[in-house]
């Protein structure tokens, strides 16, 4: 008789999980390798006669109103996971442009991707190792009688524009804003027929966490490109005056400089009625203050000419040293609360037919201005704001209801204070009235900093409905109508991607959703600002009908 | 006479290491700091338009240090932090008798080894890199008193009176 032996039972268990560990892995293997020989025959040609945006805000009026959708409050309960793409990267900040057959991204570090749309597997790569902080823009180049060429724009935070075949995905041109010295290219760049319209911010705001560095001298500015030949048009700056020395620290070694900043963080609107363009800018950096900082500019979009600014909050200046220290040297005295608009500029038509110019800011408030003077027709406070919003990204529309929807963030960041209660979540307007229609709030799934729940990522709107992502990593669908919850997904979690590699999702921020036909995209992961949850996952989720 | 009693009788005692590289450690940043500012080495915004302004911060640390302590160094194995609390840096050789004999430590090793651990003293500040300059340091607490840059370049710090 065999008797029962513990030990030796441990040890053949042991063997018979590794062995199968072994099998596993060998599955694995196969089952991604698979995956990624799905892939292998991809064509690389791309259907480029139909572009579901032409900008950040999906049309040149930044209404983030995606016209082309079938996802509405009837359907997007059957939203499912379609395929998952893994980025280079934990803080995705490119937003998608979908084609027929294609979706284009820009991957930080990878390059700009040109995926096919119902496999998310590899048409051609741009290879740039940088920083893709832009939406994908189209544009065309129109060079005498040679036949067109399809380009599309992208900017890289710190080193320009470029265009890039979107054919071929070769290099066309590469751009710089010469009239800056340090500029940061933060906000996507507009095309019309024949100009790149490119917003500039500086990359002052966090050089001058450096003690030793004498801030501030550059002013935040918009430059017009030939979109041909990549010919600089003209270039405004948003302050007029040379930066002068104004004081000094360390004994007189540091020099302190002023008046500077107003940087123009967001993309700009477009109105071809009126040839203008209108957007906003963020603080100054240093004393004295100016009356074009957290302001608006409307501009004639063929002279650069300033039509009229309006300025919404004086005497903000503020750099990432205030972040650090009030007592740095380089944080401006009296400090200011840091009240960018940040979130680009809104044309959008009311009920009642007359054109309203809507702004957010990171105060926490909604400007509705006349786009003709600069009257401000009604302001709304929905949240106390902060450095990172009040709104932050960006606002949507739906002009058929005659709505607009401010995505409120209310977190505290890098220690600023942020005096006054939080309110973060989703406020629908009346456009014409600014009165309140309904709100969303969410509730928060922990205590930990990364779990605010705050709604700092760009919205977009279809339909019925909105759609928006959340700092703590939920992508939500709500009825335009109520803002009552239709449909959810929580991204903090891992993926498996078409391109075999690991995927995590994260906090979602920055450019937000975007939706095309019946697919609902964003990329889900923000290591930027304070604790957010770095990810590296872009989702396409897409409509199925039950009996699919 | 043993390695281990040898060690008793003529190594630095730990704090006088710990108090001399503090010394180094405030002497040749502050220094530094202070070249960068006379120089507006990264003051203005010309100097961020390309990289070079880091290289222009090394080439002043390196110059710094070098300025400091390359005399000493040459002279007697010394940085200044050591030449105040009356310790040296010197090499650990065994005799082909198997005794250990202390010698002048070679000043291209001081340079080309050494001092290459002292700037990583300071990625400490970085918060999740805290764990760089503890583990530098860390075995000093053995009966040698050597630090990780001791091992690396073969050498021992002994106190000189």
Not at chain 2, 128 to 147: A, N, Y
Request: net charge negative; charged share 15%.
């Amino acid at each position: 008789m065999v008797g029962h032996n513990p030990k030796r039972t441990g040890v053949a268990t042991q063997r018979a999980i590794a062995q199968l560990s072994r099998y596993w892995l060998l599955v694995m293997c196969f089952a991604s390798g698979a995956v990624l020989a799905e892939c292998k025959n991809t064509p690389a040609d791309t259907d480029l006669t139909t572009f579901y945006s032409n900008s950040w805000g999906i049309d040149h009026h930044n209404t983030r109103y995606q016209p082309v959708s079938t996802v509405n409050a009837g359907n997007a309960a059957n939203l499912e996971l379609k395929w998952v793409y893994g980025l280079s990267n934990e803080t995705p900040r490119s937003f998608p442009l979908v084609t027929k057959d294609t979706i284009f991204l820009g991957d930080s570090n990878h390059g700009l991707v040109a995926l096919e749309r119902e496999t998310g597997c590899e048409r051609w790569v741009f290879e740039h190792k940088g920083l893709i902080s832009s939406a994908i823009i189209p544009g065309t180049i129109r060079r005498g009688d040679a036949k067109e060429q399809p380009i599309l724009i992208f900017t890289d935070r710190f080193a320009g524009i470029y265009a890039v075949d979107a054919i071929t995905g070769n290099l066309v041109w590469h751009i710089t804003v010469e009239d800056h010295l340090i500029p940061q290219y933060s906000g996507t760049p507009l095309v019309t027929d024949d100009t790149v319209f490119v917003p500039v911010s500086s990359m002052e705001v966090t050089l001058a966490a450096n003690p030793f560095y004498g801030c501030c001298t550059s002013s935040g500015g918009m430059a017009a490109f030939d979109i041909n030949t990549g010919e600089k048009k003209w270039y405004l700056p948003t302050i007029k005056e040379e930066a002068k020395i104004t004081g000094s620290h360390f004994l007189g070694f540091v020099d302190e400089w002023g008046p500077s900043g107003a940087p123009v963080w967001g993309s700009p609107s477009y109105d071809s009625k009126r040839n203008r363009l209108f957007f906003g800018t963020g603080q100054n950096y240093s004393h004295p203050t100016t009356d074009t900082s957290d302001a608006i500019f409307a501009v004639d979009a063929t002279s650069g000419e300033v039509q009229w600014v309006r300025q919404f909050t004086e005497n903000d200046a503020f750099t990432a040293a205030c972040a650090m220290s009030l007592n740095h040297p380089n944080c401006a005295k009296p400090t200011g609360p840091d009240v960018d608009f940040g979130a680009p500029t809104v044309i959008a038509r009311a009920l009642n037919g007359t054109d309203v110019l809507l702004a957010g800011q990171k105060s926490g408030d909604v400007h509705a201005m006349n786009p003709d003077t600069g009257e401000v027709l009604w302001s709304k406070k929905l949240g106390r704001g902060g450095i990172i919003g009040g709104v932050h990204f960006g606002l949507a529309v739906n002009e058929t209801i005659g709505t607009v929807f401010v995505p409120i963030n209310d977190r505290a960041a890098m220690n600023y204070p942020s005096p006054g209660t939080p309110a973060p979540g989703l406020y629908a307007l009346d456009i014409e009235s600014g009165e309140q229609q309904w709100h969303f709030s969410r509730e928060s799934r922990c205590d930990d900093e990364e779990c605010m729940y705050g709604l700092s990522s760009a919205i977009t709107a279809t339909n019925d409905i909105v759609i928006t992502a959340s700092m703590d990593g939920y992508l939500e669908v709500m009825s335009a109508d109520d803002g009552k919850l239709l449909w959810s997904h929580d991204t903090w979690r891992t993926y498996d991607s078409v391109n075999g590699k690991d995927v995590e999702g994260g906090s979602i921020d920055s450019q937000g959703p975007m939706v095309a036909d019946d697919l609902v995209m964003v990329s889900s992961g923000y290591r930027w600002i304070s604790n957010q949850r770095g990810g590296n996952a872009f989702l396409v989720f897409q409509v199925v009908t039950p009996d699919e | 006479m043993n390695n281990s009693a040898q060690s008793n009788l003529f190594l630095a005692s730990r704090w006088r290491r710990l108090l001399a590289t503090g010394i180094d450690a405030v002497l040749v940043p502050a220094i530094t700091i202070f070249l960068v500012m006379v120089f507006d080495v990264v003051e203005q915004a010309e100097d961020f338009t390309d990289q070079w302004w880091a290289l222009h911060v090394l080439v002043l640390a390196i110059g710094t240090y070098l300025l400091l302590n390359g005399y000493t160094l040459w002279q007697s194995g010394q940085t200044l932090g050591k030449k105040i609390l009356g310790i040296a840096i010197v090499t650990q050789q065994q005799k082909p008798d198997g005794e250990y004999a202390l010698l002048p430590a070679p000043f291209w090793k001081l340079i080309a080894i050494r001092a290459l651990f002292f700037p990583l003293l300071f990625v400490g500040i970085v918060p999740f890199l805290v764990w760089v300059p503890i583990l530098i340091l860390i075995s000093i607490v053995g009966k040698q008193r050597r630090c990780l840059h001791d091992y690396a370049s073969g050498t021992v710090v002994v106190k000189l009176n």
